[in-house]
């Protein structure tokens, strides 16, 4: 493989471009990208770290290197067929549930919605598109701080959420999160990870509404959520 050449005169940028562009089709391991970069190891490792801070690089579960959900988030066509993608299964998971259905995708450190499905009837729980919301409590946050970098999770764990280490783990374990009054007093949701084409995740779903409706646990509605995460998975 050979070196991919990008000069401003902005060496540590120059690298970092360097690093995205050796990873926009497809991820690698440490020792593939000093390959295909030429960067010394302890170059490449330091820049891709420093870019995992940021969520602009991830990890693959076998470690390799990959775009984080930043940079996804930032591509218009990406979010668009996700979401194109999501609706018809949020649909059928809103009329299965009869409760409201919502898709997240990270920014910085905060959750975006980006699309919803509320119930024609009934007590809702309504989050509008666009809206932002901290990584600190609810089961789609627990989900984000379980599957996004330690050091993301690390700086909101450090800040003080309403869960703990040992729940982000149980989460991760189990592939899906509730919670129960946890962001908002009588405010009830499961959610579960959405992952791309490259296995990378990208969003999170959750379903939500009165945790009076939603009792004993809305964990209870886990496994139709999860086999409709999986289902937007696969089609990504």
């Known amino acids: 493989m050979g070196k991919i050449s990008t000069e401003s005169g902005i060496k540590v940028l120059d690298r970092a471009v360097t690093i995205l562009l050796a990873l926009a089709d497809h991820p690698m391991s440490l020792n593939e990208l000093c390959e295909f970069t030429g960067l010394p190891r ?31 988030s930032l591509g218009a066509s990406s979010q668009t067929k996700l979401i194109d993608v999501a609706t018809p ?45 901290p990584l600190s409590a609810g089961s789609a946050a627990r989900i984000f701080l379980a599957y996004s970098s330690a050091h993301l999770r690390d700086a909101v764990l450090s800040e003080g959420t309403k869960f703990s280490q040992a729940d982000l783990r149980e989460a991760r374990e189990q592939g899906w999160a509730a919670s129960m009054s946890e962001r908002e007093v009588g405010l009830a949701s499961v959610s579960a990870p959405v992952f791309d084409s490259e296995g990378t995740f990208c969003a999170v779903l959750s379903i939500s509404g009165p945790a009076e409706r939603l009792k004993p646990s809305p964990g209870k509605w886990a496994d139709e959520l999860v086999a409709a995460a999986n289902r937007l998975s696969a089609q990504l």
């Open 89 to 133: 299964i949020m649909s059928t998971l809103m009329h299965t549930t009869n409760e409201s259905v919502q898709l997240y995708q990270l920014a910085g450190a905060v959750r975006v919605c980006i699309a919803a499905q509320e119930p024609a009837m009934g007590l809702q729980n309504t989050v509008p598109v666009g809206t932002r919301l």
């Open 42 to 72: 302890a170059t490449a490792h330091r820049l891709a770290t420093a870019l995992e801070v940021h969520n602009i690089l991830t990890r693959t579960n076998d470690g390799r290197w990959t775009i984080g959900a930043v940079l996804a």
